[in-house]
């Protein structure tokens, strides 16, 4: 089995600044790309930033320059460091993998599309 932790999450006055994380953990054999979504009420899902194994990185145009994503391989981690932060930022963020291979003890699973629990980021003065 594998899960996926985020943390990071709570209330931050405009301007400030959060830094969300997300660990995976289990026999993990491998990732690939791995990003963050967020959900505002009665809102859909959106793609906040993505990020390739590699280092490659993808930004939704309303957070370019003022978010980053980053992971660190060998802790199969990965960051969202959010500045200058709105109330437009209110939302629930969602860690997400595109494909995950884990060791069962007999075989290697992919799952794809695998998600987090979710944690709340709110900005309000």
């Known amino acids: 089995q594998v899960q996926l932790v985020e943390s990071g999450g709570g209330l931050v006055q405009p301007g400030g600044s959060l830094r969300l994380s997300c660990a995976a953990s289990?026999?993990?054999?491998?990732?690939?790309?791995m990003g963050w979504y967020r959900q505002a009420p009665g809102e859909q899902r959106e793609l906040v930033a993505t990020?390739?194994?590699?280092?490659?990185?993808n930004y939704a145009d309303s957070v370019k320059g003022r978010f980053t994503i980053s992971r660190d391989n060998a802790k199969n981690t990965v960051y969202l460091q959010m500045n200058s932060l709105k109330p437009e930022d209110t939302a629930v963020y969602y860690c997400?993998?595109?494909?995950?291979?884990?060791?069962?003890?007999?075989?290697?699973?992919?799952?794809?599309?695998?998600w987090g629990q979710g944690t709340q980021v709110t900005v309000s003065s």
């Open positions: 990020i390739t194994s590699g280092g490659s990185t």
């Open positions: 289990g026999s993990i054999f491998s990732i690939n790309a």
């Open positions: 997400n993998v595109h494909r995950i291979t884990y060791y069962t003890g007999s075989y290697y699973r992919p799952i794809d599309d695998y």
